[in-house]
Each structure stands twice: as C-alpha cells, then as structure tokens.
C-alpha cells in the first residue's frame, strides 16, 4: 500500500514539474519574441507603411514590431464591462462556479470566460495604430470586480418539511483597460486597407501589456528562472518517491 502511495505522490510530483517547466518555456517565448521585435513609435510605423505603400502598393507592408502608445476606443466608441458597467476599451469577465462534493470539498469549475473582440487605438501623437487583442489577455489591466455571489436554493419540497441543500455559489470577476491607459504591444503590424493594424495570427501571438518593453522582457526573465527552479526541484522529488516506491519494499 505504501508503494502505491508514493507512486501516485511521485505521479503527482511529476505534473506539478511539468507545469512548471511549461511556464518557464512560455516565459522563454515571451522574451524571445519581445527582443526579436523592432522598437518603433507608432508614428514611425504610420511613416513605414506610407513609404512601403508608395513604393509597393497597398497591403505589402507587414513587420513584427514593438510600440507604445495610449489606449483610446475605436471609433464605435467605449465598451461597457459586464460586471461593473465601467467604460473601457477592453475588458475579460470570467464566473468560476463553486462545487461541493458529499465530503465537505471543493472545487471551481470555470461557467464563463468572455474578452471583448472590438479593438481600440493605440495613438502617439497624431498617429494611431489598431489593435485586435482577440482572446489574449492584457498583462496588468485593473480587475474591478472579484466577489462570491450566492443564488438561493429552491430545494425540495416534501410537505411539511422541506429539504434545502448548499445555496449555488458563483465567483465573479472583471478586468479592465481604461480609455488613456499606456500600453506596450509585441506584434506583426499589417497594412489593411489604408490602416495599420496588430492582430494574432496562428503562428505570431500578439502580446499587450501595461509595462514597458523592458520591463516585460525582465519578468518573462524572472517568470523562466523560477520556472525552471521550481520544476528542477519538484522533478528531484518526483524521482525520490518513485524510487521509494521502488526500493522500499525491499
């Protein structure tokens, strides 16, 4: 019984390694991506597509760049965050359901997880670059909403009595990018009909975030070195309970 004890905590061990390996090569990718792009003010990009349109003809510019700038809506205007009704130009709302299992445990399990898709402006001056972020989270926006909601429970009706079970509970929570915040962006900028914009692609993610470039790539350093120290260490433990499990009986 033992063995099989240490086998599983070995099992275990091994995924908790994995993930962390995993995230310190994400942070690995990040970094590389963020170096491997070409610092630009927006207003230099506007001035590169020119140029490459005039020379090439419409939709031949396309670069992998980074740029800063301020966030301001498109021009459909601000978006409205679901939770909080707060004005933004981008927002993610997740509600994670709290489920409880006959022995009193735990555990969350994800009902929703919505980021808007209209994009917005990055501007420097007089001009401006459009920003598709899609499903990709923005690093460092503000979360504005993280609350328990409890809904009443009906339970069950047997006359006289009536049997009432755990009310649902559901955990919600908002994050923002107000109209004004300064924002960094890590993508291949195209040229789409007349106007610059920065969207995902399947083989070049796009990245924005509230720090500058340095200080991204600086915790993209910092998030692979602890990945790579917590997965060595949680690999050597990994081996330990297996070769206890192995040798132990003996």
Same mark, same amino acid.
């Given at each position: 019984?033992?063995?099989?004890?240490?086998?599983?905590?070995?099992? #275990?061990? +091994?995924?908790?390694?994995?993930?962390?390996?995993? +995230?310190?090569?994400?942070?690995?990718? @990040? @970094?590389?991506?963020?170096?491997?792009?070409t610092p630009v003010t927006v207003a230099e990009l506007v001035a590169m597509a020119? !140029?490459?349109?005039?020379?090439?003809?419409p939709g031949v510019f396309d670069q992998h760049v980074v740029a800063s700038g301020v966030a301001e809506p498109s021009e459909h205007g601000?978006?409205?965050?679901?939770?909080? !009704?707060?004005?933004?130009?981008?927002?993610?709302?997740?509600?994670?359901r709290v489920?409880?299992?006959?022995?009193?445990?735990?555990?969350?399990?994800?009902?929703?997880?919505? #980021?808007?898709?209209?994009?917005?402006?990055?501007?420097?001056?007089?001009?401006?670059?459009?920003?598709?972020?899609?499903?990709?989270p923005i690093e460092g926006a503000t979360q504005t909403v993280d609350e328990v909601v409890e809904s009443p429970d009906e339970?069950?009706?047997?006359?006289l009595v009536r049997i009432?079970?755990?009310?649902?509970?559901?955990?919600?929570?908002?994050?923002v990018v107000?109209?004004? #915040? @300064?924002?960094t962006v890590v993508a291949d900028v195209r040229d789409v009909a007349g106007r610059l914009v920065a969207k995902e692609r399947p083989d070049a993610p796009i990245r924005i975030t509230t720090e500058t470039s340095s200080e991204a790539v600086q915790a993209d350093e910092r998030a692979e070195r602890g990945g790579?120290?917590?997965?060595?260490?949680? !690999?050597?433990?990994?081996?330990?309970?297996?070769?206890?499990?192995?040798i132990g009986p003996f």
């Open positions: 019984m033992s063995s099989l004890v240490a086998i599983v905590f070995a099992g #275990t061990l +091994a995924y908790r390694a994995y993930t962390h390996v995993r +995230a310190a090569l994400a942070g690995r990718s @990040r @970094r590389l991506r963020s170096l491997g792009a020119g !140029a490459a349109r005039a020379e090439l003809g601000p978006l409205e965050a679901p939770f909080s !009704a707060t004005p933004c130009v981008w927002y993610r709302a997740t509600t994670l489920v409880q299992d006959g022995k009193g445990r735990t555990r969350h399990e994800v009902d929703a997880d919505v #980021t808007s898709r209209q994009g917005f402006r990055l501007v420097d001056g007089g001009a401006e670059l459009h920003v598709l972020a899609g499903a990709t339970g069950i009706d047997l006359g009432v079970s755990n009310p649902d509970r559901t955990i919600r929570r908002e994050w107000a109209a004004g #915040t @300064r924002l790579w120290r917590s997965g060595a260490l949680y !690999a050597a433990a990994a081996l330990a309970a297996l070769l206890f499990a192995v």
